[in-house]
């Protein structure tokens, strides 16, 4: 995501809409800026100065419905064709017919914020290996999460630690291939998400994670912790 188009993002975010998030800095764009600067105590001079960057790193106190209500617009602006309804992904039985051979038809996906490896902290993701049936969808998601919390927010709640995508293996304790083996499950901060983890002792079970989940459940994707009660870190685009 360029600069441009997370200023218009986050300025559509704390209330002050541009229009199409599409990097084009137009007079909509200024408006907004303005009227951001001006309802923060800042200099009104329509420039994207360091102040006005860490206040709008803040997280809005709320999001208006009609601010909402334009988010899949937003992701087309992003280059990222919206759905008209959630996408019904197949069930897990069902993923070698759908998806093909495991770890194949991937493709990389760019993230709109920057990830960090839950393993290895000092290593920054900005990508990530998905199947290329999934990857519109996931590249939805991602930038709704972008827009709704602030860096200090994923840091808190752990969706900026990366726990993995893509990874041919089979299931812990069977003979399937796990929904890693296709690229269609991604891990979120697994230390504090085991596996075995009840989904309400999970940082991610907590009430600040349900727009995370929403996002990823309006593409039709599958938390298990909201669905299975455990292994909160997981979500896939494939039905239980």
Not at 54 to 62: D, G, I, Y
Not at 115 to 125: N, S
Not at 137 to 164: C, M, N, P, Q
Request: aromatic share 8%; charged share 25%; hydrophobic share 45%.
């Amino acid at each position: 995501m360029t600069f441009e188009k997370w200023l218009q993002s986050r300025l559509t975010a704390h209330g002050f809409p541009c229009g199409l998030i599409d990097g084009n800095i137009s007079p909509v764009t200024i408006a907004a800026l303005k009227a951001f600067e001006k309802a923060k105590g800042l200099k009104v001079d329509g420039v994207a100065d360091p102040l006005v960057v860490e206040a709008l790193r803040a997280s809005s106190s709320t999001v208006p419905a009609a601010i909402a209500a334009t988010l899949p617009p937003r992701d087309v602006a992003e280059g990222v064709a919206a759905p008209a309804a959630a996408q019904v992904w197949p069930r897990q039985k069902d993923c070698l017919s759908f998806y093909g051979p495991v770890g194949e038809s991937q493709v990389r996906v760019t993230l709109p914020f920057e990830m960090k490896l839950a393993w290895d902290k000092g290593t920054r993701v900005r990508a990530m290996t998905l199947h290329s049936k999934v990857a519109d969808s996931a590249e939805r998601a991602f930038v709704r999460i972008a827009a709704t919390y602030s860096e200090k927010e994923r840091a808190e709640l752990g969706i900026d630690l990366f726990g993995g995508s893509l990874n041919v293996r089979r299931m812990r304790g069977g003979s399937a291939y796990s929904m890693h083996s296709w690229g269609i499950a991604i891990d979120f901060d697994p230390k504090r998400n085991g596996l075995n983890t009840p989904f309400a002792k999970a940082r991610l079970g907590q009430p600040d994670a349900v727009p995370f989940w929403e996002a990823w459940e309006a593409e039709g994707w599958v938390s298990l912790g909201r669905a299975w009660g455990r292994d909160a870190m997981h979500v896939q685009a494939a039905r239980l």
